[in-house]
């Protein structure tokens, strides 16, 4: 959530900048800051009618001691139709207060100065690429067959037991879901990372203040009888840890790492590009999270993007980093840099990670702060990235290493599978 105070401070600039993210509801700065001078007008009010409340119960006090009861009775009644105003007036300012948040909570972040023009993913600036690309024979097979040569992943069985998008890894296929997920978060603990389990289910508070709610509320999993979300990546969780908390300046940076299965509609997703494990509704990633000191939060994006580069260069997979143009970025993000993995049997780029630093943007909806060197209370900055999502991974390591004897693995993979093939 953006802060109220920046936003009545340079109106203009952050009509500017969410122009770049191609917001249409520009007119919500205009109304949140009418609404802000409503609440402070009834504030006000209500200010000086306690005040004079104040003063004149001391004047009740002050005519009683003289013998003044006359003038005490009307003061009393004066103070009277005072009190019964309070109310009312409590009711109007809690009403302006509720509508300031809620035109507040719909304002997307502003994107930094450094993200690129643009509306669609066409848009978005590839910074840089590395790996190589395999060559493979006319009879190289997509993922989605692969799967089947090998019975490794049943989405049939994953359908009748839960529906679409909900596969079933067996045999090597769930070993290899283990071997990656193990490495991944040993890569990043050795990185300084400190490990989490978290929930796999939220409370609306904790949805609310990574920013999934209100924008992403129908792309989430909701089950009404509890008020809980199942989490879309455990930067929800993992991030909420310090919701409501003050940390100490001296803790920071605070980096985190977390599995879990994460959990998404994709409601009107279809087509090509949603076949095999190339998008699906439950699928597992690693993730990492970074609360860090205002001033040093680009470069903990920068660090967290080299950290990710490195982990797919271990997997010898061909890779290219995209700049996200302003109108292919998230609802909360500052600042995003993809990771695209290539399929050399689909030809086509798959997205495999997202690194994003959000700035103020969740530690204000959450209230983490720290008490900077000089006793000021500030908000942290918040960032993290997927190190990594696993279901493109795999498709990308089964169609670009097979061969005849089988799936060969990245050398970093061979003890965390017991193996140097999949067959």
Same mark, same amino acid.
């Given at each position: 959530?953006?802060?109220?105070? &920046?936003?009545?401070?340079?109106?203009?600039?952050?009509?500017?900048?969410?122009?770049?993210?191609?917001?249409?509801?520009?007119?919500?700065?205009?109304?949140?800051?009418?609404?802000?001078?409503?609440?402070?007008?009834?504030?006000?009010?209500?200010?000086?009618?306690?005040?004079?409340?104040?003063?004149?119960?001391?004047?009740? !006090?002050?005519?009683?001691?003289?013998?003044?009861?006359?003038?005490?009775?009307?003061?009393?009644?004066?103070?009277?139709?005072?009190?019964?105003?309070?109310?009312?007036?409590?009711?109007?300012?809690?009403?302006?207060?509720?509508?300031?948040?809620?035109?507040?909570?719909?304002?997307?972040?502003?994107?930094?100065?450094?993200?690129?023009?643009?509306?669609?993913?066409?848009?978005?600036?590839?910074?840089?690429?590395?790996?190589?690309?395999?060559?493979?024979?006319?009879?190289?097979?997509?993922?989605?067959?692969?799967?089947?040569?090998?019975?490794?992943?049943?989405?049939?069985?994953?359908?009748?037991?839960?529906?679409?998008?909900?596969?079933?890894?067996?045999?090597?296929? &769930?070993?290899?879901?283990? &071997?990656?997920?193990?490495?991944?978060?040993?890569?990043?603990?050795?990185? !300084?990372?400190?490990?989490?389990?978290?929930?796999?289910?939220?409370?609306?508070?904790?949805?609310?203040?990574?920013?999934?709610?209100?924008?992403?509320?129908?792309?989430? %999993?909701?089950?009404?009888?509890?008020?809980?979300?199942?989490?879309?990546?455990?930067?929800?969780?993992?991030?909420?840890?310090?919701?409501?908390?003050?940390?100490?300046?001296?803790?920071?940076?605070?980096?985190?790492?977390?599995?879990?299965?994460?959990?998404?509609?994709?409601?009107?997703?279809?087509?090509?590009?949603?076949?095999?494990?190339?998008?699906?509704?439950?699928?597992?990633?690693?993730?990492?999270?970074?609360?860090?000191?205002?001033?040093? #939060? %680009?470069?903990?994006?920068?660090?967290?993007?080299?950290?990710?580069?490195?982990?797919?260069?271990?997997?010898?997979?061909?890779?290219?980093?995209?700049?996200?143009? !302003?109108?292919?970025?998230?609802?909360?993000?500052?600042?995003?840099?993809?990771?695209?993995?290539? #399929?050399? &049997?689909?030809?086509?780029?798959?997205?495999?990670?997202?690194?994003?630093?959000?700035?103020?943007?969740?530690?204000?909806?959450?209230?983490?702060?720290?008490?900077?060197?000089?006793?000021?209370?500030?908000?942290?900055?918040?960032?993290?990235?997927?190190?990594?999502?696993?279901?493109?991974?795999?498709?990308?390591?089964?169609?670009?290493?097979?061969?005849?004897?089988?799936?060969?693995?990245?050398?970093?993979?061979?003890?965390?599978?017991?193996?140097?093939?999949?067959?």
């Amino acid at each position: 959530m953006l802060q109220l105070q &920046a936003i009545r401070q340079n109106p203009e600039w952050i009509k500017e900048r969410l122009a770049v993210k191609h917001f249409k509801e520009i007119n919500l700065v205009d109304e949140i800051i009418s609404l802000d001078d409503q609440r402070k007008k009834l504030q006000n009010e209500s200010d000086t009618t306690q005040s004079k409340i104040n003063s004149a119960s001391k004047e009740i !006090g002050q005519l009683m001691a003289k013998g003044q009861k006359e003038e005490a009775e009307k003061k009393k009644q004066e103070v009277a139709e005072l009190k019964s105003s309070l109310q009312p007036a409590a009711d109007k300012l809690a009403a302006t207060e509720k509508q300031l948040q809620d035109a507040l909570i719909l304002l997307p972040n502003v994107p930094s100065e450094k993200v690129p023009a643009g509306k669609t993913p066409a848009d978005n600036v590839v910074i840089r690429e590395g790996g190589n690309k395999p060559q493979l024979s006319k009879d190289a097979l997509p993922h989605w067959d692969i799967i089947k040569k090998y019975d490794i992943v049943d989405f049939e069985t994953g359908a009748k037991i839960t529906g679409s998008g909900f596969p079933l890894y067996k045999g090597k296929g &769930a070993k290899l879901q283990r &071997a990656l997920i193990q490495y991944f978060l040993d890569f990043n603990t050795k990185a !300084g990372y400190t490990e989490y389990l978290p929930p796999f289910m939220v409370n609306e508070a904790s949805a609310r203040g990574t920013g999934q709610l209100p924008d992403k509320e129908g792309q989430m %999993y909701y089950m009404p009888a509890d008020n809980f979300y199942m989490i879309p990546t455990s930067e929800v969780p993992i991030t909420n840890i310090y919701r409501d908390e003050i940390v100490k300046e001296t803790d920071l940076p605070i980096k985190m790492t977390a599995y879990s299965p994460c959990f998404r509609r994709e409601a009107g997703s279809f087509g090509a590009d949603v076949r095999g494990l190339n998008r699906v509704h439950q699928f597992d990633k690693v993730e990492i999270v970074q609360i860090v000191h205002p001033a040093k #939060s %680009y470069t903990a994006h920068e660090e967290m993007v080299s950290h990710v580069e490195k982990l797919l260069q271990t997997l010898e997979l061909p890779y290219r980093i995209l700049s996200l143009c !302003g109108g292919d970025m998230s609802f909360a993000s500052a600042l995003t840099y993809d990771f695209e993995v290539f #399929s050399a &049997a689909q030809q086509k780029w798959l997205e495999v990670s997202s690194v994003s630093n959000f700035e103020t943007f969740q530690s204000n909806r959450m209230k983490v702060r720290f008490k900077d060197d000089k006793g000021k209370m500030q908000l942290v900055h918040s960032l993290n990235g997927s190190s990594l999502a696993l279901p493109r991974i795999v498709a990308c390591l089964l169609e670009n290493n097979q061969s005849a004897e089988g799936i060969r693995l990245p050398e970093s993979l061979h003890s965390y599978f017991g193996n140097k093939v999949l067959n």
